[in-house]
């Protein structure tokens, strides 16, 4: 099976901690599974540009493939991807969601003055990186994230789309990113022809209802794993020896994993952490925050709130390495993840295989990650949340029955079952 296999967002991740999100993580894995199956003739491409980043990225993580299956352009250079960066830009920006006559006339008439000038500047590879000889139905081109560029999706290559959840368009309050666009456009330019990958039945159904005419058969369920760095680390000694570089001690914190935003709901686990300094339960257990600062001013409302439990209590841990994260992940005491929305939910699968208990929303795909084996409460019922997060802190039984149906819950998930789900994929729209 003859494969591209486009990975600009990992290409964007070299200059960008922002770009490694829950959706760089799902790219990164599916890329180094992929890369093991014999079946798989397996070509990369990154059509957004970032050459020289797109090769950096492949040293770094030690990714050998043989240079005729890099799909990139040869001649490249920091300068041209940076002004080719700059014409994506100016693409997007023109590119209007809800103006029937700006979308079909103004952007291909600034297509038609700028694609002249890159001529001229060399970067003829650029706008057309793969090859009219792979551009024909013995090749699936996917896509684990991005809209096609315009010259894949008038070419006879067969294309696949991973469409990871709708979030952006049935919910524009929770983002400020171009993240809608990314979506709106895929939703667009979708046609019969296009085959569908989502990571959950949830999502699926919620991709059926929300594009009209949508052809069923090409929408495709491929549940996501979990890294192999994620495990129970069974000696005591190395864990309490890392976890105390960050001021943590081991089994003395609640852990949650989440970009700080509005759709991630912190504020519902903090208030009910909160209520447990206040009850005095255990005057040392912190609450843990790995991830990013996002956006939304209701974070900042309750900081000033609280200032002494933010100061003394609640830790943010910022981006760290995956060999960190799953060192932090075995020295909690339980997991904590109330978001709204999931297209899937990592994070909570990641603390499953690391063993611990997790609290999650009883809400989109996060029951279907977690099965039985989670405690499921309503994300925004934050008196439910602080007694099911009561109980965890202070039954020591309920914690050691809840750990082992979390590992065996995530033993049904890896990327090896992940990408043979892909393959079968592939051979049906081959066929």
């Known amino acids: 099976m003859k494969i591209i296999f486009d990975i600009s967002i990992l290409a964007w991740s070299v200059r960008s901690n922002k770009a490694k999100t829950g959706i760089f993580r799902v790219i990164e894995n599916l890329l180094n599974e992929s890369i093991h199956q014999k079946d798989f003739e397996l070509y990369l491409s990154s059509v957004q540009g970032n050459i020289c980043s797109f090769y950096e990225y492949l040293e770094n993580h030690n990714i050998r493939i043989q240079s005729d299956r890099l799909l990139v352009p040869r001649k490249y250079s920091k ?33 038609s003055i700028l694609d002249p000038l890159l001529m001229i500047l060399g970067m003829r590879e650029y706008l057309y990186p793969i090859r009219s000889e792979f551009l024909n139905e013995e090749f699936i081109f996917h896509s684990p994230y991005l809209p096609f560029p315009a010259f894949i999706k008038n070419s006879k290559i067969r294309k696949v789309i991973f469409i990871h959840d709708l979030i952006p368009i049935l919910y524009p309050e929770f983002f400020v990113s171009n993240r809608d666009n990314v979506v709106w456009k895929i939703i667009r330019d979708l046609d019969s022809e296009t085959n569908i990958i989502t990571n959950s039945e949830f999502s699926k159904l919620d991709i059926i209802k929300s594009i009209p005419n949508i052809n ?13 760095v994620f495990h129970e680390v069974e000696s005591d000694f190395e864990l309490d020896k890392e976890i105390l570089k960050y001021g943590l001690k081991n089994k003395k914190y609640i852990l949650t994993v989440s970009t700080l935003e509005p759709r991630k709901n912190l504020k519902s686990s903090i208030r009910a952490f909160v209520r447990l300094v206040e009850e005095g339960l255990d005057p040392e257990i912190k609450f843990v925050i790995l991830g990013g600062r996002g956006w939304g001013v209701e974070f900042g409302t309750l900081e000033s709130e609280y200032p002494d439990v933010f100061k003394n209590r609640i830790i943010f841990l ?9 060192l932090i992940y075995s020295g909690a005491l339980f997991f904590v993840y109330l978001s709204l929305y999931e297209g899937f939910g990592l994070p909570p699968l990641e603390a499953m295989k690391s063993g611990l208990p997790v609290i999650v929303s009883n809400t989109s795909s996060l029951p279907e990650v977690v099965g039985e084996a989670g405690v499921l409460v309503d994300p925004r019922d ?13 039954s020591r039984g309920l914690r050691r029955k809840l750990s082992l149906k979390s590992r065996k819950q995530a033993s049904l998930f890896s990327w090896e079952k992940s990408v043979l789900q892909l393959k079968k994929i592939y051979q049906n729209i081959l066929k």
């Open 318 to 326: 910022g981006f760290i390495s995956d060999e960190e994260m799953a």
């Open 216 to 228: 069923k058969d090409r929408i495709n369920v491929v549940l996501l794993g979990c890294d192999k």
């Open 79 to 111: 300068s041209k991807d940076k002004v080719f960066l700059l014409y994506l830009w100016v693409l997007n920006l023109v590119d209007f969601k809800r103006k029937v006559l700006y979308k079909f006339f103004i952007p291909k008439i600034i297509q």
């Open 382 to 394: 934050e008196d439910e949340i602080f007694l099911r997060m009561k109980d965890l802190v202070t």
